[in-house]
Nanobody
Framework: QVQLVESGGGLVQAGGSLRLSCAASGRTFSTYSMGWFRQAPGKEREFVAGISWSGSSTLYADSVKGRFTISRDNAKNTVYLQMINLKPEDTAVYYC?????????????????WGQGTQVTVSS
């Protein structure tokens, strides 16, 4: 089971940018599809972005397309989420997930591999 640690969250004004990182343990990181999810207070956790094991394919929720970019560095066992033009509705705890089921149109998370989350707060 891979261990995940997210970082990079914080408080930013609307229109600002943040880059989240998710560092993974283990030597099998490069074989895992990865995903980012978020959960706002009182709401269910929702999919944000996914990336194939090689990084050649990515997938985004409609609400973040054109603003968020997921990428990975398999040599560093790290997946990133670059977020620009942030909006107050992006405020949430962001979680990464490892080893989910990835297709070109969907990422179904693994139930076992979640990080602890990092808080992103966007002020208006």
């Amino acid at each position: 089971q891979v261990q995940l640690v997210e970082s990079g969250g914080g408080l930013v004004q609307a229109g600002g940018s943040l880059r989240l990182s998710c560092a993974a343990s283990g030597r099998t990181f490069s074989t895992y599809s990865m995903g980012w999810f978020r959960q706002a207070p009182g709401k269910e956790r929702e999919f944000v972005a996914g990336i194939s094991w090689s990084g050649s394919s990515t997938l985004y929720a409609d609400s973040v397309k054109g603003r968020f970019t997921i990428s990975r560095d398999n040599a560093k066992n790290t997946v990133y989420l670059q977020m620009i033009n942030l909006k107050p509705e992006d405020t949430a705890v962001y979680y990464c997930n490892a080893g989910g089921s990835y297709s070109g149109s969907n990422y179904v998370p693994s139930l076992r591999s979640w990080g602890q989350g990092t808080q992103v707060t966007v002020s208006s």
